[in-house]
């Protein structure tokens, strides 16, 4: 298994098939093939794994159980007040997301800097102030990000388990030949975890922790819904990551190194269990030997019960509604021989998984062509799930593309579709609203396909807008305009190619390529679903540019209720004139802070502020990077709490009046000095 420290983003998806058959035809036949099936024993399921080999191997780590807090200041506030506040960005409403900041309901701000959570007091904003800090296991844990409810406090993220090394190595040679002949390297040798600490912040000054859960696997995503907590995690079997410390034998391979296990800690009592076969399914036409493991977490009644169930061969991407999760497996089957390129099919298995209170149940599978590219490629509307895909030529030798959309009923088989969408281009942005998708696909302009899903059966492409530049991120103001935020584009065309040897002379974008520039903020008129327009449009800076909301959408600051939207920008900007024939330059960092716009259908997009945190003296170190001081500062998050705005750093924390936008109070930051280690 790779080590991975990015987020993905409850649906698991993606896999790559090659079938030379009609459509109609696989989709009876991958029906048969991803459709769970039961394992009668340990025995039956060490067979299993025999038959399947794997190329994908790495590092695991371990979880060391230490762990403290340290409480900083007294004060919290009585719980009967109640201060209005923004929160987390997510898809689906209700459904929360991880984030590297929360807020509750009387104005306290818990942030996660580096490996400590800081607890501030933001309301009023006057007496913005540290209330205390937990310290995190240092050495062996990377949180990922946080979830508050009802003054529980869980922080998610990885941790890692050293494996022994078979009896005996400790003696050997130091040599890295002798230690690779005894089952590989022991320095990576680890069992990759997901672990959730758990505390109660009903005194936000003197936090306790009451629960640590560790999962195997590497954290793959998780959702909050109401009480639970459903995190996912993608494990291997210790078989595999070391073949010569377990038996090879299906008769003698214990549970231990072929299932995932549960370590619990409350109460100051550590369990550790391995999963029971009844609550593992495999799916037959898996190829690599990893289990998707879903798990909950009851935070209103922490002490009771880890629900697990393990799902062997799949795990992606992952989107979550109130009642599904939704995971998909990515498969890589090549059927040619030497030079010969096979005719394919990019395909997508989708599982889908049913919640409730906690429960987890396998409820049916479907397959479609093509890939997706994120969470937002998927929705759930209904009985109905809906995804966009794009599929790759491969077989053709010049990588042709095009897009679709797909329609599944509930029992996962699919009931209406539209192909060939944006021939020779890749979908860059999705967003699904209501009976409506809006999709983004770019290679020399941005089309905005606009589609009406409120016939499931057929689904239509109602209208097309083509613009410069396109938008990794689409987000809804009303039912008839939306935001988009990516990149502008500049497209160039050489002036003169070599017809006679095109060979040495014609540059690979002849015809035409475009090259990003700086960030585009568009905002969308879609309430004719024939005629989308785009009625304003703001450029930030030149190529270099760039603002995490591209590729996280949890950094936009939203709030309906003030009409107001921001975004953390790292600005760049040319030193010369834009030259057409050399739209590759890249300008120089100039700026990071927070962009705050007002945003109305009537008036398009007001600038109200920009907000920095570096200090006048901190400037860029080259003309290339900021120094490694200056990041420091760097705004990631932006939130209201009552009438006062707030920006997040590493260093500090920063209070403006939303009357003005000018500053009312700060607060340095003061994590432990003296890590846990």
């Given at each position: ?8 983003a409850v649906f698991l998806l993606g896999s790559l ?133 009802n003054g529980k406090l869980v922080i998610v993220g ?520």
């Amino acid at each position: 298994m790779f080590y991975f420290t990015g987020q993905r983003a409850v649906f698991l998806l993606g896999s790559l098939s090659i079938l030379c058959i009609s459509e109609p035809n696989f989709a009876e036949q991958i029906a048969k093939k991803i459709q769970p099936q039961k394992i009668a024993s340990t025995f039956a399921l060490a067979n299993l794994l025999k038959k399947h080999n794997t190329n994908r191997f790495g590092r695991m780590r371990v979880a060391y159980l230490n762990r403290s807090v340290v409480a900083m200041a007294d004060g919290a506030v009585a719980k009967s007040i109640s201060v209005s506040h923004t929160d987390t960005n997510v898809q689906v409403t209700g459904v929360d997301e991880r984030d590297r900041v929360k807020v509750d309901d009387i104005g306290y701000i818990y942030q996660l800097v580096n490996n400590q959570v800081i607890i501030a007091k933001a309301f009023p904003a006057a007496q913005l102030s540290q209330s205390a800090v937990i310290k995190l296991p240092q050495d062996n844990f990377v949180p990922t990000g946080l979830y508050l409810q009802n003054g529980k406090l869980v922080i998610v993220g990885n941790t890692w388990q050293e494996l022994s090394p078979p009896v005996g190595i400790e003696n050997t040679a130091t040599s890295p030949t002798a230690k690779i002949a005894y089952g590989g390297w022991w320095g990576y040798m680890r069992n990759t975890q997901t672990r959730a600490l758990i505390y109660d912040v009903s005194d936000q000054s003197h936090p306790k922790q009451i629960r640590d859960v560790v999962v195997d696997g590497d954290y793959l995503d998780s959702r909050r819904i109401g009480n639970y907590l459903y995190f996912i995690t993608r494990s291997y079997p210790r078989y595999f990551m070391a073949p010569t410390m377990v038996s090879t034998n299906p008769w003698f391979m214990k549970s231990k190194d072929i299932l995932p296990s549960v370590t619990d800690i409350k109460a100051g009592k550590t369990t550790t269990k391995t999963l029971a076969i009844k609550d593992v399914v495999y799916f037959p036409d898996f190829v690599e030997p990893d289990y998707v493991v879903v798990a909950s977490i009851d935070l209103e009644q922490p002490q009771k019960k880890v629900v697990t169930k393990a799902y062997l061969g799949a795990g992606d991407l992952v989107y979550a509604s109130h009642e599904n999760l939704y995971l998909s497996a990515s498969k890589y089957n090549f059927g040619g021989n030497g030079d010969v390129v096979p005719q394919n099919i990019t395909t997508t298995q989708i599982f889908k998984i049913g919640i409730d209170a906690g429960q987890i149940n396998f409820a049916a599978a479907g397959e479609v062509k093509g890939t997706a590219l994120n969470q937002f490629s998927m929705d759930e509307q209904g009985d109905y799930f809906r995804i966009a895909t794009t599929t790759h030529n491969w077989s053709s030798g010049t990588n042709e593309s095009y897009s679709s959309m797909f329609v599944l009923n509930k029992d996962m088989k699919t009931v209406g579709k539209i192909d060939e969408l944006g021939k020779g281009e890749d979908i860059y942005a999705t967003r699904f609203m209501g009976n409506r998708c809006y999709i983004v696909t770019f290679k020399l302009t941005d089309p905005l396909f606009a589609i009406d899903l409120s016939t499931p059966e057929k689904p239509v492409v109602m209208g097309e807008l083509k613009i410069p530049g396109y938008s990794n991120y689409l987000h809804p103001i009303d039912e008839k305009h939306l935001i988009g935020f990516g990149k502008d584009a500049a497209i160039y065309r050489p002036e003169k190619t070599n017809e006679d040897n095109p060979s040495t002379d014609t540059p690979w974008w002849t015809g035409g390529s475009a090259f990003y520039q700086g960030m585009k903020v568009a905002l969308f008129d879609v309430a004719d679903m024939k005629n989308p327009k785009q009625i304003d449009s703001v450029t930030i800076g030149d190529r270099g540019t760039d603002s995490p909301i591209l590729w996280d959408h949890k950094a936009l600051y939203w709030d309906a209720e003030k009409h107001l939207f921001g975004f953390p920008v790292q600005e760049s900007h040319l030193t010369e004139p834009f030259d057409p024939q050399k739209p590759w330059n890249y300008g120089q960092p100039s700026y990071q802070g927070a962009y705050i716009y007002e945003v109305t259908p009537e008036k398009g997009f007001t600038l109200k502020a920009k907000l920095s945190q570096i200090p006048d003296a901190m400037t860029p170190k080259t003309e290339s990077y900021w120094q490694s001081e200056a990041t420091n500062y760097f705004i990631d998050r932006i939130l209201r709490v009552d009438d006062s705005l707030y920006t997040l750093s590493s260093n500090q924390i920063t209070a403006y009046s939303l009357d003005n936008y000018k500053e009312v109070n700060t607060l340095m930051l003061k994590p432990q000095v003296n890590s846990q280690k």
